[in-house]
């Protein structure tokens, strides 16, 4: 199946550091929702976007839905070593079936204190 | 907010003895669920989707004589590894979507020996 074209696919960065990673896609998608994982966890939600052009901020994330619906952008402000983990942007299609999401292949994050 | 539950969280068996699963929605009716397998460092991999009270929707590739997938409430799904080898360790994931979006289980380590 398809997958989302999601980059850097890893970050070396410094405490308080910005970090900013994007997906790209060739369909349209009608919503974009971006995770992060732990070792050993499952994903959990950070940010779920629904409309072409929504900029959605959740304490020291903001993500982006872009206006051509083939791409969002995910930005940390001033990281923390907590913010460690595999970042990963997933996208329902816009006509897919049965609600299925594409996942990008992830950027792992490691933040040095 | 939307809470899935998936257990075990890890298991070793024993090669060709067969595995079971769980995945529940805690506090909301999942009106679809999703089952995933992850390899080391590499993005989640779609293998089937299933509506309650039918049969499940497996991706290319993946064996339905083998993963076992039943989805018999709103609240519960069940995923059945068959006859297990070695190459079938691996990392299983559920999600559920319904109350507002999709929610992940915190995943399931299975190793075959």
């Known amino acids: 199946g398809q997958q989302l074209n999601q980059s850097p696919q890893s970050m070396f960065i410094q405490e308080g550091e910005d970090v900013s990673m994007n997906c790209t896609s060739s369909?349209?998608?009608?919503?974009w929702l971006w995770y992060k994982q732990e070792p050993g966890e499952g994903p959990v939600l950070l940010i779920a976007l629904y409309k072409a052009g929504e900029l959605t901020s959740n304490g020291r994330l903001t993500a982006q839905f872009g206006i051509t619906r083939k791409d969002s952008f995910l930005n940390i402000s001033a990281s923390i070593p907590s913010d460690v983990g595999i970042y990963f942007c997933a996208g329902q299609e816009l006509g897919g079936s049965n609600y299925k999401l594409t996942f990008g292949k992830g950027t792992l994050l490691t933040v040095n204190p | 907010g939307a809470v899935v539950s998936q257990h075990p969280s890890w298991v070793i068996c024993k090669s060709g003895t067969s595995v079971k699963i769980e995945c529940r929605s805690l506090?909301?009716?999942?009106?679809?669920m999703f089952w995933y397998r992850q390899f080391p460092k590499q993005s989640l991999m779609l293998m089937a989707t299933?509506?309650?009270?039918?049969?499940?929707?497996?991706e290319q590739g993946v064996e339905k004589d083998k993963f076992l997938i039943n989805h018999a409430s709103l609240t519960l799904s069940t995923l059945t590894v068959t006859s297990a080898h070695p190459e079938d360790s691996s990392f299983y994931i559920c999600?559920?979507?319904?109350?507002?979006?999709?929610?992940f289980g915190s995943g399931t380590r299975l190793t075959v020996v």
């Open positions: 506090d909301f009716q999942a009106t679809t």
């Open positions: 999600s559920a979507r319904g109350g507002g979006g999709y929610t």
């Open positions: 369909s349209i998608f009608n919503t």
């Open positions: 299933s509506n309650e009270g039918s049969k499940a929707t497996y």
